[in-house]
């Protein structure tokens, strides 16, 4: 079984799967310089994730199988992720001469009081995160554990689809990792900055807050795209379906954009500034430098410029691919189109070059 953290053998397919699709991308790195070489997304039907759980593995896997198809790429190990709500972390001071071999040891025997459920029901894997700044003869250890069930269903999923998991890695870190791709966008200095990452879900939006380049704060609310799928489907007699497929492509009545959007938009914004007080209310700092939105609706038009009106903060959609070449088989304007919602498996294809 492919751990958390667990370091590549080779080149990976960064595959990230959410409530509503799958998402797959390829890299490739020249001098220093990241080449997208192909990339896909692919719908899922409504019920084959649910809350971040795949429920459906044939489903989901089969999706997949497309996605891969469509990407036409020749990879078939990958790099995925498990949600954060599914993995317990604890970052642990060990003694600094151990081995690999002599932390993993002593992680499990020390494990048991860290995590709520017996030790042969997870899945354990620890990153050293570099020496501790409290004790110089000691260092930092990233404990990691997520249910075993829940990595074992991620593989059986890729299975279906003909692939083969070397990487599990956790989501928010993807979303961290591929923070670092923002340069051109944020200045820099981002990592000096502190960076608010709203990664905007079907369901659940997350706010990130990063210092120096990793996620200092993270929380999670109870809202996403589908609020904007449910009100079409009432306003205008809508299946699910229908409504999903209207809101991505267009052809809804003339009142939609000023009344249903519009509203929507509205409310992403107070959701944003909401989570923000609560960052702000932790103490650790009273103000961010920027805002920058991921996920399916972070693309909306006018959105951004609206969070950036409301709290009064830089805000600007993702962009992972400003400063990345493109093979020629990738569509650009369809790549731009897709940017924010791609960071998750941008920051995992990533993996490949750890």
């Given at each position: ?33 990241y080449q997208v070489e ?214 809804l009545p003339d009142d ?76 650009a304007a369809a790549l ?19």
């Open positions: 079984m492919a751990g958390l953290f667990k370091k590549k053998a080779n080149r990976l397919l960064g595959v990230a799967i959410s409530t509503t699709t799958v998402k797959l991308i390829e890299l490739s790195q020249t001098s220093g310089r192909a990339y896909a997304i692919e719908p899922l039907p409504i019920g084959a994730v649910v809350e971040k759980s795949i429920a459906d593995t044939q489903v989901v896997g089969e999706a997949l199988s497309r996605a891969l198809r469509k990407s036409k790429s020749a990879l078939r190990t990958v790099a995925t992720a498990v949600a954060g709500s599914a993995v317990i972390t604890k970052t642990i001071e060990m003694d600094a001469g151990l081995s690999d071999d002599e932390l993993e040891s002593q992680l499990k025997i020390e494990a048991d009081q860290y995590i709520p459920f017996p030790i042969d029901e997870v899945a354990l894997d620890f990153e050293v995160q570099g020496i501790s700044a409290r004790n110089q003869g000691r260092v930092d250890v990233l404990l990691a554990a997520c249910r075993r069930e829940s990595v074992e269903n991620l593989e059986a999923t890729l299975d279906i689809a003909g692939l083969k998991a070397e990487v599990v890695d956790i989501e928010a870190y993807a979303l961290e990792r591929a923070c670092a791709l923002l340069s051109s966008q944020l200045g820099k200095d981002w990592q000096e900055q502190v960076v608010a990452l709203v990664d905007l879900g079907a369901t659940i939006t997350t706010l990130s807050v990063l210092h120096k380049g990793r996620i200092i704060y993270s929380r999670e609310q109870v809202f996403g795209g589908q609020q904007l799928t449910d009100e079409i489907q009432r306003r205008y007699g809508l299946s699910e379906v229908e409504a999903e497929y209207a809101k991505k492509k267009g052809g939609y954009q000023s009344d249903v959007l519009q509203s929507f938009k509205e409310s992403v914004a107070s959701q944003v500034s909401r989570s923000l007080q609560f960052f702000f209310a932790s103490g650790q700092f009273h103000n961010v430098d920027c805002i920058v939105l991921s996920g399916g609706s972070a693309s909306i038009v006018g959105l951004a410029g609206l969070i950036q009106q409301k709290v009064s903060t830089r805000t600007l959609p993702a962009n992972p691919f400003a400063e990345m070449t493109l093979s020629n088989k990738v569509e731009a189109t897709e940017a924010s919602s791609l960071m998750t498996a941008c920051g995992l294809a990533m993996r490949s070059f750890d």
